[in-house]
């Protein structure tokens, strides 16, 4: 089966994008082989807003990798190179996760990331911690949130920028 994976960049004080949305503060890491990770996904999960803030470059999309956007507001017939998905997102990833293919990549945000999480669809969540403060934004795990349990299976520091990647498994 295949795995939900929440890959994200991550302020040291929990923040996935800054109070505007914004990314600028993400460091790209040259010791980290992004041709590698992206290669390790076939399929990527978006909310609206991080749509939206994606959508000005490549509509959206990521080369190679069909795209889920969970949207009640977007029309599917305004993006036909992806599928929105408005509802029964449960009953869509779970049939998503059982068809065969590379791995799922829960790319943003934190709403969605908190509504899969909860509902046992996410695998595991791996967090590479970018050594800034942002003092506010969107955190990684919106209130109002239930607990999830983490169990720790790797962890890497890259002494170039700071960044610590973690990778943990949801425990279920």
Do not use: C
């Amino acid at each position: 089966m295949r795995r939900v994976r929440y890959s994200v960049a991550m302020s040291l004080d929990g923040y996935i994008a800054g109070p505007k949305g914004e990314a600028d503060w993400i460091i790209m890491d040259p010791e980290i082989d992004f041709g590698a990770l992206f290669n390790q996904f076939d399929t990527i999960l978006v909310g609206r807003r991080t749509f939206e803030g994606m959508a000005g470059g490549g509509g959206g999309t990521m080369p190679g990798m069909k795209t889920f956007v969970f949207s009640r507001t977007l029309q599917q017939s305004d993006y036909p190179k992806l599928t929105i998905v408005a509802e029964k997102e449960k009953e869509t990833l779970a049939a998503l996760k059982n068809k065969p293919g590379k791995d799922i990549w829960l790319f943003g945000g934190g709403s969605l990331f908190r509504s899969l999480a909860q509902a046992g669809l996410v695998d595991s969540v791996e967090v590479a911690v970018v050594p800034v403060l942002l003092g506010g934004g969107l955190p990684l795990f919106p209130p109002p949130a239930q607990q999830v349990k983490l169990k720790l299976k790797s962890h890497k520091a890259y002494s170039k920028t700071g960044i610590v990647a973690l990778e943990y498994a949801v425990q279920r």
